[in-house]
């Protein structure tokens, strides 16, 4: 255990480093954010996020793929900044139609299209899309391409489980969610207010 002395002298060797880093980081720029892993949480810390971004004013969308066929709590989030839009019929082992949620995730990503043509849209949600993308309901090149051509300011966040190299070589942040236990695996049932 170091004593107080070495500790404050670690932490003023940190906070100078701290402080050169925050000091040559200067640009801006809009983001591509990757949650995904077989852990919970990727949904709940992009929506963290997205509440940030409300609060600093930016206008914000949400394209849901895959749990549109579940009533969510998220979708209660209410603002004349944001627009939700849940374009799945449910959970892929629910659905059994590869042609129902190739339609489904067609039809979300013409929503993504347009808001990715929105020059005022600042922060834009594709939650799950990591999961059409490892189906192969939407071509990946396709969805790669536009992301990589997206505004400069925007922010643009996917969600799911077994994100894509290819996503991955992309984006500016990836965030693996990893399963270290699960309730479910004892039995215990999807809890409103923490899965749904």
């Known amino acids: 255990m170091t004593d107080a002395n070495e500790h404050e002298a670690e932490m003023k060797a940190l906070q100078k480093q701290m402080r050169s880093k925050m000091a040559a980081a200067r640009r801006r720029k809009g983001l591509i954010i990757v949650h995904t892993g077989?852990?919970?949480?990727?949904?709940?810390?992009?929506?963290?996020?997205?509440?940030?971004?409300?609060?600093?004013?930016?206008?914000?969308?949400?394209?849901?793929?895959?749990?549109?066929?579940?009533?969510?709590?998220?979708s209660l989030l209410k603002s004349p900044r944001l627009r939700w839009d849940k374009v799945g019929q449910g959970f892929?082992?629910?659905?059994q139609s590869r042609e129902k949620d190739t339609q489904c995730a067609r039809a979300g990503w013409a929503?993504?299209?347009r808001h990715l043509a929105d020059p005022e849209l600042k922060f834009l949600l594709l939650d799950e899309l990591n999961i059409v993308l490892s189906y192969e309901y939407l071509p990946a090149a396709e969805v790669?391409?536009?992301l990589r051509n997206k505004r400069e300011d925007l922010h643009v966040v996917v969600t799911g489980?077994?994100?894509?190299?290819?996503?991955?070589?992309?984006a500016d942040l990836v965030t693996e969610m990893k399963e270290i236990k699960?309730?479910?695996k004892e039995g215990i049932r999807a809890q409103p207010g923490i899965e749904f």
């Open 38 to 74: 077989d852990g919970k949480g990727k949904t709940s810390a992009a929506l963290g996020m997205l509440l940030r971004s409300l609060g600093h004013g930016f206008k914000c969308a949400v394209v849901q793929f895959i749990k549109g066929g579940r009533g969510t709590a998220e």
């Open 144 to 146: 790669i391409e536009a």
């Open 161 to 170: 489980r077994g994100a894509l190299p290819a996503l991955i070589e992309i």
């Open 182 to 184: 699960h309730p479910f």
């Open 111 to 113: 929503l993504v299209r």
């Open 92 to 95: 892929t082992w629910d659905t």
